[in-house]
């Protein structure tokens, strides 16, 4: 099945949505099995495993990371991983380990930490992040200010799934019931809310 636009999953039936959502996370799941390494995200922060041969050391290992750019190889080898990166990093807090001469391990800590990432590199598959459901436990972990926003995210996306107002839309709703009560002279049958 081809992927739809927002229009056309809007009208698909509750179960004919299931269906759909089953057969895209079937795709999603193939297309990073393909990748050369695996990863992990939270809000803040990215996680990549990159296998290597067996017995690799750290001195036969080119990696670079930057900003906006990643490079995983053996030195004087066809690189295993080389590109753009999704979005920008911090430089200080990103870094990269070998483990047990056969995996490298580089952490990624995000300069927007307030986003999803839908791919590692701009080149490779994309996850569909509105699907994304970060752990309770992880929840709790982070700050009052980042823990709201991130549950008003989940919060909009259900919302959006089911055909019902976004948190802001309630809000404006809120506000306008408040207003026509208290100026029950004036006529609000033909407003609109934007």
Known sequence: ?????????????????????????????????ELPYTWTQELTELDLVVP??????ARDLSVVIQKKKLSVGLKGKEKILDGELCKEIKLDDSTWTLQDNEAVHIHLEKVKKDQWWENVLTHHPKIDTTKIEP??????????????????MMFDNQQKQMGKPTSDELKKMEALQKFQA?????????????
């Open 52 to 57: 290597v041969p067996k017995g690799t050391r």
């Open 1 to 33: 099945m081809a992927r739809m636009s927002v229009e056309e999953y809007d009208k698909l039936s509750p179960e004919e949505r299931q269906k759909y959502d089953k057969e895209e996370r079937a795709r999603e799941a193939r297309e990073q099995a």
């Open 135 to 152: 752990e309770n436990s992880k929840l709790s972990d982070l700050d009052g200010e980042t823990r709201g926003m991130v549950e008003k």
């Open 182 to 194: 208290a100026h029950p002279e004036l006529d609000f049958s033909n407003a609109k809310i934007t």
